[in-house]
C-alpha cells in the first residue's frame, strides 16, 4: 500500500490551462502540505493543512489553491497556468503533536506548461 | 542569505568510499534536523532524524549535529552504487514548517 499517494504523475499542459492534482494519504497524519521542487532540486514548501485547517500559506500567487475535503486528502488546483510553473509538485503528510517533522513524501507530479 | 546552505555537489566517489554531506544553516531557533534521500523521479524519503546536538548512527550512515558551530552533516560509510541520490538536508522549529537545503547529487561508481 502506497502511503501518500498522488495523481497524476505527469501533467503536459498548454499555457492558460487549468489543472488540479490530487494527494491522499493512508498514514493516518493530521498535517498535510504541497512542496514545489524547481529544475534544481530546490524543494520549497507552499501550503500545510491541519486537520482541514490552512496552518501554512507561504507566498504562491492566488492562482493556486489547496483544497482538503478531509485530513487524509488535500488537492491543488492551479487556474491560468504559466511557464514558470513548470516544475515537480510533491504532496506530503506528517504527524503533529510528535515534536517533530519528519515528513513523507508522494512520487510527485511532474507538471510542464508547455 | 538562505536559512540553510548544502554544499552544492554533484559529488562523484568510487564504491566504499566514505562520503561526507555537508549543511549550515543560520537559525538558531532550529531544532530537529533531517536528511532526506531522493532518488531519480521519486519523492524524498526521510533518511535520518536527529534532535538537538550530537551524533546518531544507523548501519552505514551516521548524521551529526553541532549547534554552536549550526553545521549539520551526514557520513556514509562504505558507499555503494545503490547510495547514487540527492541528498537533502531539512531543518525545523517548533513551529513545525521545514526549510531544505538546495541538495547534493552523489553518484556512487562501482
Known amino acids: 500500500d502506497t502511503a501518500v499517494s498522488q495523481t497524476p504523475k505527469y501533467l503536459v499542459t498548454q499555457m492558460g490551462n487549468d489543472k488540479s492534482i490530487k494527494c491522499e494519504q493512508n498514514?493516518?497524519?493530521?498535517?498535510m502540505y504541497w512542496y514545489k521542487q524547481d529544475s534544481k532540486k530546490f524543494l520549497k514548501i507552499m501550503f500545510s493543512?491541519?486537520?482541514?485547517?490552512?496552518?501554512i500559506n507561504e507566498t504562491v500567487p492566488n492562482r493556486f489553491s489547496p483544497k482538503s475535503p478531509d485530513k487524509a486528502h488535500l488537492n491543488l488546483h492551479i487556474n491560468s497556468l504559466e511557464l514558470g510553473d513548470s516544475a515537480v509538485y510533491f504532496c506530503?503528510?506528517?504527524?503533529?503533536?510528535?515534536?517533530?517533522?519528519?515528513?513523507?513524501f508522494g512520487s510527485g507530479t511532474q507538471l510542464s506548461v508547455l | 542569505q538562505k536559512e540553510v546552505e548544502q554544499d552544492p555537489g554533484p559529488l562523484s566517489v568510487p564504491e566504499g568510499a566514505i562520503v561526507s554531506l555537508n549543511c549550515t544553516y543560520s537559525?538558531?531557533?532550529?531544532?530537529?534536523f533531517m536528511w532526506y534521500r531522493q532518488y531519480s523521479r521519486k519523492g524524498p524519503e526521510l533518511l535520518m532524524y536527529?534532535?538537538?546536538?550530537g551524533n546518531k548512527e544507523d548501519g552505514r550512515f551516521t548524521a551529526q549535529v553541532d549547534k554552536s558551530s549550526k553545521y549539520i552533516s551526514l557520513f556514509i560509510r562504505d558507499s555503494q552504487p545503490s547510495d547514487s541520490a540527492t541528498y537533502l538536508c531539512?531543518?525545523?522549529?517548533?513551529?513545525?514548517?521545514?526549510?531544505f537545503g538546495d541538495g547534493t547529487t552523489l553518484t556512487v561508481k562501482p
Open positions: 506530503a503528510s506528517s504527524q503533529t503533536g510528535t515534536g517533530d517533522e519528519k515528513l513523507f
Open positions: 493543512y491541519n486537520n482541514k485547517e490552512l496552518i
Open positions: 537559525n538558531s531557533a532550529f531544532q530537529y
Open positions: 536527529t534532535y538537538s546536538s
Open positions: 531539512a531543518m525545523s522549529t517548533n513551529a513545525g514548517k521545514s526549510t
Open positions: 498514514l493516518g497524519h493530521d498535517t
